[in-house]
C-alpha cells in the first residue's frame, strides 16, 4: 500500500462496513490505483467469484430530436436539422426482429426529447415489439423520457400511472441513462431544461414499488468535481436502502459509470477521463455501492481493453453485443466499416474471450440477471432471479 490514507478504508473494506462519503473523496483522491482495485477486487469476488456477466443485446435510439440542448451531448439534433431523424414504429419493429433472429435478449431503447410525438407512439411501440418478438426483453427510456412522457400524456405529476401503462404495454425495465452527475451546479451548467435529480430519484422509485428493474448511470469527467461524485454515490445508495427497506419489488440492479466523450459536443474543449481515472471510477463505484449487486463496464464507452483490465477493478458485468450505438461514436476499431461510426459490434466469442482471458468465468445473462444457456441463436432462461438486491 504506498498511500497510509487508505489504511483505515482497508480495515473497513475487509470488515464489510460501509464506507463514508469522506472515505470514498479519500479513495479518489488517492494515486494508489493497486490498493484501489485490490480493495473492489475482494468485493467483487465475495460477491460474484470469477463469474463475469454479460449479455446478448441491441441498442435501439429510436430518434435523435430532442427539446433539450446538454452540452456535453454530441447525439441531439433539431427537427428538420441535418442528420435528424426519427424512426417509425415499422423500422423499430423490423431492427427488433433482426435483433431476435441474432439471438438477442434484450432491447435497450433510448432517444432524445421529441417535442412532436404522441404518447401512443410510445406504447405502439411496446405493443408491437412485444407481438413481433414476445421473448425478448424490453428495458427502455430513462427517467428523463419519462418524464417527458408523463408531461406530453398531460399528467405531469402522475408518474406511477405512466409507468403503469408503459408496464402493460410491454416496457420490462428501465436503463440507467439521464442521472448525469446528482448536482445543480453541474446540472445548470451543463444540462439545463432537463429533469434535477430529485426527479430522476422518483422516477426510478415509482419503477421500484411497480416491481420495474432498472439500472443507474454517472456521467463523469466533465465540469462535476470529486465531491459531486461522491455525492452522486451516495444518493444512489441512499435509494437502494429505501427501496429494500420498503420490501419494492424491484430495485437498481447495476450501476454504469460513464466516461465523458468530449468530441462533437459543446464541451469539446475539455480533455475527457483517462484510463486511469475510468479504472478508478469502476472501482469506487464497487467500494461505495455496497447495496448493488452489480457494477457494469459499458465497453463502447471505456473500450473493450479497459473493460477486460476492470474485472480485476470491481466491475463483474459487461454490456454487451449492443450491435449499434448513436450517442457517442467510437474511432477505433470496433466499427466494422474500419473507422468512426455507430456500427459498434462485438461477438459473443469476442466478449467471451476477453473475459477468459482475464482468468474469468464468462456467464450470459438476461435483463435482470438470470442465468441464459445458448444455441447459436436460440437461448433459454435456466435460472431464477436472485431474490435481494445485493446478489
Ligand atoms: O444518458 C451522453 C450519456 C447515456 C455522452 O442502463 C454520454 O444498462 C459520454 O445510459 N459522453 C446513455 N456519455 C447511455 C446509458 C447506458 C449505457 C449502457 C447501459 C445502460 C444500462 C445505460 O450516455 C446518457 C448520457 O448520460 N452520454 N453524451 C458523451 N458525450
Redesign the pocket.
Known amino acids: 500500500m504506498s498511500d497510509p490514507n487508505l489504511k483505515p478504508i482497508a480495515d473497513k473494506v475487509y470488515a464489510g462496513e460501509r464506507l463514508s462519503a469522506e472515505d470514498g473523496l479519500t479513495l479518489l483522491r488517492s494515486r494508489d490505483i493497486w490498493t484501489i482495485g485490490e480493495l473492489a477486487n475482494h468485493v467483487r469476488h465475495k460477491l460474484h467469484g470469477k463469474t463475469t456477466y454479460y449479455n446478448v443485446n441491441r441498442h435501439i435510439n429510436y430518434s435523435n430530436i430532442c427539446a433539450l440542448s446538454c452540452k456535453?451531448?454530441?447525439?441531439y439534433r433539431k427537427k428538420g436539422q441535418d442528420g435528424a431523424y426519427e424512426d417509425s414504429v415499422e423500422q423499430i419493429v423490423e431492427h427488433a426482429q433482426k435483433a431476435a433472429s441474432g439471438g438477442a435478449t434484450e432491447l435497450?431503447i433510448?432517444g432524445g426529447l421529441h417535442p412532436f410525438l404522441p404518447f401512443s407512439y410510445y406504447t405502439d411501440m411496446l405493443r408491437a415489439i412485444r407481438e413481433a418478438v414476445p421473448a425478448i426483453h424490453i428495458?427502455a427510456f430513462?427517467a428523463v423520457e419519462i418524464v417527458h412522457l408523463a408531461r406530453i400524456s398531460k399528467r405531469p405529476n402522475d408518474l406511477a400511472g405512466v409507468l403503469s401503462e408503459l408496464k402493460a404495454a410491454g416496457l420490462g425495465s428501465l436503463?440507467?441513462?439521464?442521472?448525469?452527475v446528482f448536482d445543480d451546479r453541474v446540472h445548470d451548467e451543463a444540462f439545463k431544461g432537463k429533469i434535477r435529480s430529485d426527479k430522476w430519484l422518483d422516477v426510478h422509485r415509482e419503477a421500484h414499488k411497480l416491481g420495474l428493474m432498472t439500472?443507474a448511470?454517472m456521467?463523469y469527467g466533465h465540469i462535476e468535481s470529486l465531491e459531486d461524485r461522491i455525492h452522486h454515490f451516495c444518493m444512489l445508495r441512499e435509494a437502494q436502502d429505501e427501496a429494500i427497506e420498503n420490501g419494492y419489488e424491484g430495485w437498481f440492479q447495476?450501476i454504469?459509470p460513464?466516461?465523458?466523450?468530449?468530441d462533437g459536443?459543446e464541451l469539446e474543449h475539455l480533455p475527457g477521463p483517462s484510463g486511469l481515472d475510468n479504472l478508478k471510477m469502476l472501482a469506487v463505484s464497487r467500494l461505495m455501492l455496497d447495496n448493488f449487486a452489480h457494477i457494469?463496464s459499458?465497453w463502447i464507452?471505456q473500450t473493450l481493453e479497459i473493460t477486460q483490465v476492470s474485472l480485476d477493478f470491481g466491475v463483474d458485468d459487461i454490456?454487451g453485443t449492443v450491435v449499434w450505438y448513436d450517442?457517442?461514436k467510437l474511432n477505433g476499431t470496433a466499427d466494422a466499416s474500419g473507422g468512426g461510426g455507430t456500427h459498434q459490434e462485438v461477438g459473443v466469442n469476442e466478449l467471451r474471450k476477453t473475459i477468459i482471458e482475464a482468468g474469468y468465468d464468462p456467464v450470459e445473462r438476461d435483463t435482470i440477471y438470470r442465468r441464459v444457456e445458448r444455441d447459436g441463436a436460440d437461448w433459454r432462461v435456466v435460472e431464477a432471479r436472485s431474490e435481494t438486491a445485493t446478489v
Open positions: 456535453f451531448c454530441e447525439f435497450h433510448v428495458k430513462t436503463p440507467g441513462g439521464g442521472a448525469e439500472n448511470t456521467l447495476t454504469i460513464l466516461p465523458f466523450f468530449p459536443s457494469k459499458f464507452m454490456d450517442i457517442t
